[in-house]
Structure formats: structure tokens, C-alpha cells
């Protein structure tokens, strides 16, 4: 099994910044993928941004790009997810997620383990 757990959330005003984290624990995985999907009230959950376990390639959804930054170090088990420029319509309970493999999927039914979230909160 693998733990996720995110931090970092909060409330902030539009224009605003902020900076998740996961911690990721176990051992059993020696390499995985691992994303950031959001879910608002009232809506299905959507891909904001993924990573491959190298670190080599990163994928972003459109409403994120040039805003938003993820970034890993597998030296800590930990992911991250700055978020710059920050709209109210970012508003939404933020995820991380894991699968084993090389592969990079952008779909949340393809991962196999996810955290708790995080409340992120932009006002106008």
C-alpha cells in the first residue's frame, strides 16, 4: 500500500500563490507516475497536472499552463504543486495521486492510490 498525504491548502485572494505538497509513504513502488487532480462542489473530478516518476516529463491541463508548476523529490517521497496567478474558478478540493509504471495517464480512473485533499480557496 501507499499514503498520500496532501497539505498546503487554504484561502487566498485572487492573484495569489500557494504551494501543496505530498507526502508519499511506503515502499511499494520503485518508480510511479504521480498527478494533481481537483474536484469543485458539484462537479467531477478533472486533471490539473502530472508527472512521471524521473521527473522527465510533466503534463499540465489548459486552464492551468503558465500558472501552475509541478515538481517532485523522490529523495523526500514528496510531490508539489505551486500555484501562481490563482482565479476563483481554481477553487476546489485538490488531490494527489499515484500509479506504478513509467506511463504518465491523464484520466483520474487510471491511478491506483490518492490522498485525502486539500481545500484550496480563491477569492475574488
Known amino acids: 500500500q501507499v499514503q498520500l498525504v496532501e497539505s498546503g491548502g487554504g484561502l487566498v485572494q485572487a492573484g495569489g500563490s500557494l504551494r501543496l505538497s505530498c507526502a508519499a509513504s511506503g515502499r511499494t513502488f520503485s518508480s510511479y507516475a504521480m498527478g494533481w487532480f481537483r474536484q469543485a462542489p458539484g462537479k467531477e473530478r478533472e486533471f490539473v497536472a502530472a508527472?512521471?516518476?524521473?521527473?522527465?516529463?510533466?503534463y499540465y491541463a489548459d486552464s492551468v499552463k503558465g500558472r501552475f508548476t509541478i515538481s517532485r523529490d523522490n529523495a523526500k517521497n514528496t510531490l508539489y504543486l505551486q500555484m501562481n496567478s490563482l482565479k476563483p474558478e481554481d477553487t476546489a478540493v485538490y488531490y494527489c495521486?499515484?500509479?506504478?509504471?513509467?506511463?504518465?495517464?491523464?484520466?483520474?480512473?487510471?491511478?491506483?492510490?490518492w490522498g485525502q485533499g486539500t481545500q484550496v480557496t480563491v477569492s475574488s
Open positions: 495521486a499515484a500509479r506504478r509504471g513509467v506511463t504518465v495517464p491523464l484520466g483520474h480512473q487510471a491511478y491506483d492510490y
Open positions: 508527472i512521471s516518476w524521473g521527473a522527465g516529463s510533466t
